[in-house]
């Protein structure tokens, strides 16, 4: 899989360490101390040196990137992951890296103000993907992976339909409740629909074992 896709891999790799170059052309005017953490009301409350937020914050995300990449591809049954969902593995890190870093500048140099709307923008992405969950095919790597649905290619699919509109139900209900966002109700939407396929895929076995 990476042979196949070595350009898009390249190119992500870049994506994700391009922030270094922004940081760079900006370091004169970016502060010392940036802030590079935040509440659910945009406001700071976690602070790096700016060497860090410029250099390592992307590279971390340059690993976690790789690691993805590579995860996937040495999975035994990769041939099971189509082409959209591996891309999502591939832009998932690049995205992330250049929109937050960008934000953290941004804040950093006065031109945003409120940056609470990287959460609705993580809602975003959580209801994207329970659009792409059930098209998942039986692999180790992207989905729901419980035992019950890895042996058994009709417990994976009927338990990727229904976690597909638990996360797509989830992300619609924290969209509803954003104006009243804290961190319980934020970790309640989005562990609720990652917990209920796992139930729902045991049950699921349970009743087939009958």
């Known amino acids: 899989m990476i042979k196949q896709n070595k350009k898009m891999i390249i190119l992500t790799s870049i994506v994700t360490l391009l922030p270094i170059v922004i940081g760079l052309l900006l370091w004169n005017q970016l502060p010392q101390l940036m802030a590079t953490h935040f509440n659910f ?23 976690i990137h790789l690691f993805c990449v590579i995860g996937t591809s040495i999975d035994p049954k990769s041939k099971n992951i189509n082409k959209k969902i591996f891309s999502i593995v591939l832009w998932i890190s690049p995205l992330i890296s250049l929109l937050v870093c960008s934000c953290i500048y941004g804040y950093a140099l006065g031109y945003i103000t409120n940056i609470s709307f990287l959460t609705e923008l993580m809602i975003g992405v959580f ?39 638990c996360m797509v139900i989830g992300g619609i209900l924290l969209i509803v409740l954003s104006p009243f966002m804290n961190l319980f109700i934020f970790f309640i939407f989005v562990f609720i629909p990652v917990l209920l396929p796992i139930i729902y895929s045991y049950l699921y076995f349970r009743k087939k074992s009958v």
Request: overall charge positive; aromatic content about 14%; proline content about 8%.
């Open 41 to 63: 009301n945009g406001q700071p409350n976690g602070y790096s040196s700016k060497t860090f937020t410029v250099f390592v914050l992307p590279l971390i995300l340059l690993v």
């Open 127 to 165: 209801i994207v993907l329970g659009n792409y969950i059930p098209t998942v095919k039986p692999n180790y790597t992207v989905g729901i992976r419980t035992s019950w649905a890895l042996d058994d290619p009709d417990n994976w699919y009927h338990t990727h339909r229904f976690g597909g509109k």
